[in-house]
């Protein structure tokens, strides 16, 4: 029990090696983009259209529905830097845009949430995950300008949120137990991340 509970502060391992299998997954569906010669910048837009369309049909309460605009527009998130890589085509302005979009479409998609339900207490779990969320990109994206590497760092990144998400969607009864695990899952991810900090910038 004590190495489960270290486990999980100090970062899935198991998670970070699943992600690099799914690359090579990513890889194979990126294929179609490339042979197109779609542009990444194109794709990590749309994924910001697709994800403003399902917060819509989460505020109109069609959570069902909102799933597929989700996960098309999340597949495209997951793409562009592959697509960007393989055709050459990789900026820093691309990577600043893909970032700073995924906070947009992080927020975009937990407001339809809170704008969903009426009850204060269900709006304060939607904002609390939404927070958690931007802290965990946020904290990633501060320490590692100190030169502190914080990927593979915490039970809950993004694409472990855009999972849970996209399963609320798909099973709407569940969506509200969903939202609850990643308001709780967001903000602990940032103390995991916090905490990793302080033991290397200390160091």
């Not at 270290?6 to 198991?14: P, S, V």
């Not at 939607?126 to 965990?136: H, Q």
């Not at 472990?160 to 990643?182: M, Q």
Request: net charge positive; with cysteine.
């Amino acid at each position: 029990f004590p190495r489960f509970l270290c486990g999980l502060f100090y970062g899935d391992r198991m998670l970070t090696r699943l992600r690099k299998s799914l690359a090579r997954l990513l890889g194979a569906m990126a294929y179609p983009f490339i042979a197109l010669g779609v542009p990444p910048n194109y794709m990590t837009v749309s994924s910001l259209v697709l994800c403003s369309l399902a917060a819509w049909l989460i505020a109109e309460g069609r959570l069902f529905y909102a799933f597929f605009p989700f996960a098309l527009g999340s597949l495209l998130d997951a793409l562009d830097g592959t697509v960007a890589r393989a055709e050459g085509k990789t900026t820093k302005f691309g990577a600043f845009l893909d970032s700073s979009l995924d906070r947009y479409s992080d927020g975009v998609v937990l407001s339809g949430f809170a704008l969903l339900y009426t009850s204060p207490l269900f709006r304060l779990v939607a904002l609390t995950a939404m927070m958690g969320s931007f802290l965990v990109s946020y904290s990633r994206a501060r320490a590692e300008a100190m030169g502190v590497k914080m990927e593979g760092i915490g039970i809950g990144e993004r694409a472990e949120r855009l999972i849970l998400i996209a399963v609320g969607l798909a099973v709407p009864r569940v969506a509200l137990s969903v939202l609850l695990i990643l308001a709780i899952i967001s903000n602990f991810t940032f103390l995991q991340r916090a905490h990793e900090a302080y033991l290397r910038l200390s160091a």
